[in-house]
């Protein structure tokens, strides 16, 4: 039998796990990342967990089909990272090439969006569907797009950056630099900026009691649980929430016309009361024929889908 090593880097820590072709984790592991120790470094503790892993399964490792690795950054041919979002390494690094060097197993590797989708794709909520779109709403949007069981990765590694299609002309300023993005109205970040600056004019209302009057630390959790309590203030911000989601899903249904949206992140986890929002208001937004037997559904690996979606990048 054949196995895989999935490998989801991020800027802290790194999830390692070894997955069966039939994509369920056998073992997993988070070591800490320490990127400011240089590249391969990093890729040779990744690689001594692996061999780590192996051994207490009892796996020889001339069994481990290949290692596959979700990087935060745009990465070309599965192979070479144009830049990394958060660590100090070097432009168009082959990372593939440099952990192939060490282990002396295929390696293959895409931005770490592309591999949550990739693996809510092929093992969770998307399975069984021929084209998704997995959007992951949280401090910022990141998407990943899914087509007849390919990633769209795009020309130099920068496709399914959903999050910075612009939804105003010159609009809200985003992380990116940009004005206007989707991100800037939908993401959470975008949550806790209306909320504020409506707070500021108006603190009669059961979220301004919720954050006992502290501006600063609110978060875009209250402002749905103080919706979810009927606060008629909040229920305002999750439907211009609701309307910009649904917006940019609209746009992306007309684009792409993808089986099903998979909705992940720390916004998703508002459930029905954006959800149900978000459908009712599709409509004005997405072409009817895209409308036809699709499903925005959330998503179902939860953490485990970045290892899950590396691993499927061997198959």
């Keep these: 039998m054949s196995y895989i090593a999935g490998v989801d880097i991020g800027g802290t820590n790194t999830k390692i796990g070894i997955v069966t072709e039939e994509g369920e984790i056998l073992v997993k592991k988070s070591i800490k990342t320490l990127s400011l120790e240089g590249a391969e470094k990093t890729m040779t503790r990744i690689w001594e967990t692996i061999k780590e892993l192996l051994s207490t399964l ?19 041919n599965k192979k070479v990272v144009g830049f990394f979002a958060n660590f100090p390494w070097e432009r168009n690094l082959n990372v593939s090439q ?17 591999v949550i989708a990739l693996g ?65 109205y939908a993401s959470a970040t975008g949550i806790e900026r209306e909320a504020v600056s409506r707070l500021l004019v108006n603190k009669t209302n059961l979220l301004y009691e919720k954050i006992n009057g502290d501006i600063s630390k ?13 606060d008629a203030f909040s229920l305002e911000i999750v439907d211009y929430e609701a309307e910009y989601l649904a917006m940019g ?24 009361i954006l959800l149900d929002r978000v459908k009712d208001k599709l409509p004005k937004y997405a072409l009817a024929v895209t409308l036809n037997d699709f499903n925005i559904v959330l998503g179902t690996l939860g953490n485990d889908a970045g290892i899950k979606g590396a691993a499927a990048l061997i198959l």
């Design 58 to 76: 009892n796996i020889d490792e001339k069994d481990l089909k290949g290692v596959g690795m979700g990087i935060p950054g745009p990465v070309m």
């Design 218 to 230: 609110l978060e875009a959790k209250d402002v749905f649980d103080a919706a979810k309590e009927g």
């Design 120 to 184: 809510e794709a092929k093992y969770g909520a998307g399975k069984g569907a021929s084209s998704s779109v997995t959007i992951a709403l949280g401090t910022g949007i990141g998407g990943g797009i899914y087509v007849d069981g390919n990633l769209i990765s795009g020309f130099t590694g920068a496709g399914g950056e959903i999050g910075h299609m612009k939804l105003v002309k010159d609009g809200k300023l985003c992380g990116c630099g940009q004005k206007g993005c989707f991100e800037a």
């Design 98 to 114: 440099m952990f192939e060097i060490i282990s002396g197993k295929t390696t293959r590797l895409d931005n770490d969006v592309n």
């Design 249 to 272: 899903i609209g746009n992306i249904l007309n684009i792409i016309n993808p089986q099903k949206v998979i909705l992940g992140g720390g916004v998703a986890l508002a459930g029905d």
